[in-house]
């Protein structure tokens, strides 16, 4: 167990529906990272979060967006979605942007249909 | 190209074999190194990580990095069933933001 949570573990859905994903991050750690994780395409970066405020992007769609809480939780939202966004979605946690190694959760899987 | 490149096998050993997995890359402004384990698309396990180059050990696992050839590898000794997994190389640059990028991942089965 990294201690990264996410939340739900499974997501069915329908096309051009609106879905939100949640993260805690590790204790302590200040530092979200977002990455997807389709069958054809490996993990790919989305987006940073540290201590609320954005840090970088990744390949990240204009019709999804993140933020970070003050509690440091995060949360990534979905929109319009379509049959090509059916992917797992993984997060990952650090203790800030100068340490490196990266704790990923569970995962949410995402089906739209 | 890709900035990461990893054979995605599928690799099949024998158990107790030395198992060597190895990624390369092209961009030089990588510092870091990770590797991780995913077993059936879970969230990935970080193995070993190093930031310089040469070997680092832990247990049945070495990672080894040469960074004047932009290659890295991990070997398993004494390979186990339960090592049977997707291993992921990950490669992060020493700058704020730290995203990393991921090789395809190279699945691993160790056959008892």
């Known amino acids: 167990d990294s201690g990264v949570t996410q939340t739900p573990k499974h997501l069915i859905t329908a096309t051009g529906q609106r879905v939100t994903l949640r993260c805690s991050p590790r204790?302590?750690?200040?530092?979200v990272y977002w990455y997807q994780q389709s069958l054809d395409q490996g993990l790919q970066f989305l987006i940073h979060y540290y201590n609320g405020e954005e840090r970088a992007k990744g390949n990240i769609l204009e019709r999804f967006s993140a933020q970070q809480f003050p509690d440091l939780h995060s949360e990534l939202n979905l929109s319009s979605l379509e049959l090509g966004d059916s992917a797992l979605y993984f997060c990952?946690?650090?203790?800030?942007?100068?340490?490196?190694?990266?704790?990923f959760g569970p995962g949410t899987r995402l089906t739209v249909l | 190209q890709k900035e990461v490149e990893q054979d995605p096998g599928p690799l099949s050993v024998p158990e107790g074999a030395i198992v060597s997995l190895n990624c390369t890359y092209s961009n030089s402004a990588f510092q870091y190194f990770m590797w991780y384990r995913q077993y059936s698309r879970k969230g990935p396990e970080l193995l070993m990580y190093t930031y310089s180059s040469g070997n680092k050990e832990d247990g049945r696992f070495t990672a080894q990095v040469d960074k004047s050839s932009k290659y890295i590898s991990l070997f398993i000794r004494d390979s186990q069933p339960s090592d049977s997994a997707t291993y992921l190389c990950a490669m992060g640059v020493s700058t704020s933001g730290s995203r990393l990028t991921f090789g395809e991942g190279t699945q691993l089965t160790v056959n008892p």
């Open positions: 990952a946690s650090s203790g800030g942007p100068g340490s490196y190694t990266q704790y």
């Open positions: 204790s302590g750690d200040l530092s």
